[in-house]
Nanobody
């Protein structure tokens, strides 16, 4: 089954940086044909969108307010991968981060309607 796999999480101190990757496991799915969103979830809270990149034709980017100026979403079509570069990380960024395909990007960094299912995610922990 073709699915998206997240990687790149870890534990860093406040102010640090991480780059998350969202890659296709299997063949037959070209990510540039979809909007791709990054989401995060903290235990006990709803999953929230943080960034979205539109289809490869335009690759416009959209961010949730707290992610603006700190996070950058991008594509590498040759690698069929979407990245989320995060800088100036704060303890409140601690969460499991997921990526997922969608039809389009919506205001606030949300992708939707969503295709496929949630993957395992990658844990990001910001702590001193």
């Amino acid at each position: 089954q073709v699915q998206l796999v997240e990687s790149g999480g870890g534990s860093v101190q406040p102010g640090g940086s991480l780059r998350l990757s969202c890659a296709v496991s299997g063949s037959g799915m070209l990510l540039d044909r979809y909007a791709v969103g990054w989401f995060r979830q903290v235990p006990g809270k709803e999953r929230e969108g943080v960034a979205c990149i539109s289809t490869g034709a335009t690759s416009n980017t959209h961010y949730e307010d707290s992610a603006k100026a700190r996070f950058t979403i991008s594509r590498d079509n040759a690698k069929n991968t979407v990245y989320l570069e995060m800088s100036n990380l704060k303890p409140e960024d601690t969460a499991v981060y997921y990526c997922r395909r969608g039809l389009e990007c919506r205001p606030g960094g949300q992708a939707g309607p969503l295709f496929g299912s949630w993957g395992q995610g990658t844990q990001v922990t910001i702590s001193s």
